[in-house]
């Protein structure tokens, strides 16, 4: 069975910083681009940042400099959220795409999804 496990959600302030990590399981991952989408309350789900199995990223324009994402081994992928917004608040869900790259996988989304983690910024 293919799993994606989030981590690393809770409740902070604006400022503070965050760091979300992803493990998979049940295949190999080594040659998929990982990512993390969110969804915020009564919004869409929306691409945040991708990292491709050679180390290639993408962010979305409202986390760029303020989001680092990286790849901790073949199945394992972290974000590191730093000078967090009220506006980053959503359920954050990490993403596994066998033939997508980190420019593409915001339209084309993952084969594989975790279940989410909550994360809220109080102003």
């Known amino acids: 069975q293919v799993r994606l496990v989030e981590s690393g959600g809770g409740l902070v302030q604006a400022g503070d910083s965050l760091r979300l990590s992803c493990a998979g399981s049940g295949r190999t991952f080594s040659l998929d681009t990982l990512a993390w989408f969110r969804q915020a309350p009564g919004k869409e789900r929306e691409f945040v940042a991708a990292v491709s199995w050679s180390g290639g990223t993408n962010y979305a324009a409202s986390v760029k400099g303020r989001f680092t994402i990286s790849r901790d081994n073949a199945n394992t992928v972290s974000l590191q959220m730093d000078s967090l917004k009220p506006e980053d608040t959503a359920v954050y869900y990490c993403?596994?795409?066998?033939?997508?790259?980190?420019?593409?996988?915001?339209?084309?989304?993952?084969?594989?999804w975790g279940q989410g983690t909550q994360v809220t910024v109080s102003s």
């Open positions: 993403a596994a795409g066998r033939l997508t790259t980190p420019q593409n996988i915001g339209d084309l989304g993952g084969d594989d």
